[in-house]
T-cell receptor, first 108, second 116 residues
Framework: AQRVTQPEKLLSVFKGAPVELKCNYS??????LFWYVQYSRQRLQLLLR??SRESIKGFTADLNKGETSFHLKKPFAQEEDSAMYYC??????????FGSGTRLQVQP | DVKVTQSSRYLVKRTGEKVFLECVQD?????MFWYRQDPGLGLRLIYF???????EKGDIPEGYSVSREKKERFSLILESASTNQTSMYLC???????????????FGPGTRLLVL
């Protein structure tokens, strides 16, 4: 069965430090992956999707099929990046499979 | 701008009550979803609907049912609320797949339900 694992519940970094939010998936087919973000008192929203190969708010994510990972990275964290981040997997079913989430705290 | 609204932000109910959570979207999306969001467990899919009167069970459907009588509205029903259903409930909608990739899901603000 498909599964998404986010091993860190909480990641705390200082402003200006690099950030890497880990996401591993299990799926035997060809996956498509997404990162969703929820800022404080805001609704959950799409941050980026693998297929777009884009950088949003300085974040990038590379799909590594060998390691079955889709880690989210940013070279220099900002305080406004503090939020809850969810990795999600599309396996061709009608719905996404979400991970358990990682809370990112960026300290001043 | 996609708007997904949920009928209540906060709800307090007693054990055994029947609870209705309503979700409305204004973008004519075919797909609608109900999730519950719990710390350490992330988002877990309860039910989803891909058309009017069509529904499919998600990963944790036990104790819940849904209704989709109109395209814009998707209701989650707790037939007999229990304390372990205390949670944040998120509704989402999305257009149908245009190709191999699922479209973006748009989320509502959530309903925080407390069952006493």
């Amino acid at each position: 069965a498909q599964r998404v694992t986010q091993p860190e519940k909480l990641l705390s970094v200082f402003k200006g430090a690099p950030v890497e939010l880990k996401c591993n998936y299990s799926y035997s087919g060809s996956p498509e992956l997404f990162w969703y973000v929820q800022y404080s008192r805001q609704r959950l929203q799409l941050l980026l999707r693998h297929i777009s190969r884009e950088s949003i708010k300085g974040f990038t994510a590379d799909l590594n099929k060998g390691e079955t990972s889709f880690h989210l990275k940013k070279p220099f964290a900002q305080e406004e990046d503090s939020a809850m981040y969810y990795c999600a997997l599309d396996t061709g079913r009608r719905a996404l499979t979400f991970g358990s989430g990682t809370r990112l705290q960026v300290q001043p | 701008d996609v708007k997904v609204t949920q009928s209540s932000r906060y709800l307090v109910k007693r054990t055994g009550e029947k609870v209705f959570l309503e979700c409305v979207q204004d973008m004519d999306h075919e797909n609608m979803f109900w999730y519950r969001q719990d710390p350490g467990l992330g988002l877990r899919l309860i039910y989803f609907s891909y058309d009017v009167k069509m529904k499919e069970k998600g990963d944790i459907p036990e104790g819940y049912s849904v209704s989709r009588e109109k395209k814009e509205r998707f209701s989650l029903i707790l037939e007999s609320a229990s304390t372990n259903q205390t949670s944040m409930y998120l509704c989402a909608s999305s257009p149908p797949r245009q190709g191999p990739i699922q479209e973006t899901q748009y989320f509502g603000p959530g309903t925080r339900l407390l069952v006493l």
